[in-house]
């Protein structure tokens, strides 16, 4: 299986293969583990025809380290994208495909979606994930495109992106996927060291008990309660826990009858960043 490197070679392989098919998308990082290979599975059974698009993101990253770091494996991702249905298109461009001259985003009004959790302690990061996704989606066109619920924010924003761009897609959010201790699925797991990535699993049995607690407690006490754990365990450090409205993403203060809320939470574990998060009711 050979990716595709340009937005031209993308283009005219589409006009000749899209004529009226269904078509989806799955954007990637690529690092590719089985919670991506879900979105896949998902779009090859919705779609007549399906590209997923591997490019690590610069714009969406203020840690020039983590951007470094972040695990790229190329010919790996194609084998695996190949071992689901190998007529899957791959589109994986270079920055300079992508950005041309200019490594910016856009500046989008996400309507305060973006103030908050991931936005707050990441500078400018939705604004770069809306300007890749942008990008592909204008240059794709799918009819449909998938994006996992560990991003919660991230997913929620896009249906905003779509929303003020006016772009027809449908988003299609789905499950995460967790190893067999708990911890979700990430192409950074494979930073940490197998120990630590055992112990991690810690991050979703302390989600599901603050879940059974938000049955009976205020938020503020399940918050406290949840720092308080992680710092007794001693391995994490917690950068946030939050429980917010799953609509407009505000911090909850009061809850209020049949709204939908959950927790979200960002840890680093031996310098490695990872987020989870859980529905609440
Ligand atoms: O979730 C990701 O892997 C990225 O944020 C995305 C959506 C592919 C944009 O770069």
Known sequence: MLPIK???ELDKLLKSKSNSKVLGLV?????????HLELVKKAVQENDLVVVSIFVNPTQFDNPEDLKKYPRDLSKDLALI????SDILVFAPSVSEI??????????????????????FRDDHFNGVGTIVEQLFKLIKPDNAYFGEKDFQQL?????LVEIQKIPVNIIPCPIIREAHGLAMSS?????SEKMRLKAGFIFKTLQSAKEKFGTKSALKVKEWVKNQFLKEGDFEV?????ADVETLSPLKRKVKNKKYRAFIAVYA?????IDNIALN
């Open 188 to 192: 950074r797991n494979e930073r940490l």
């Open 82 to 85: 190949e071992s689901i249905d």
């Open 27 to 35: 954007p990637t990082m690529g690092a590719l583990h089985k919670g």
């Open 156 to 160: 929620r924003i896009i249906k905003k």
């Open 99 to 120: 950005y041309e001259h200019s490594v910016h985003s856009k500046t989008y009004d996400f309507q305060g979606l973006d103030n908050v959790m991931e936005g707050e």
């Open 270 to 274: 031996e310098d490695v960043r990872l």
């Open 239 to 243: 950068e946030y826990f939050e429980i």
């Open 6 to 8: 340009t937005k031209n």
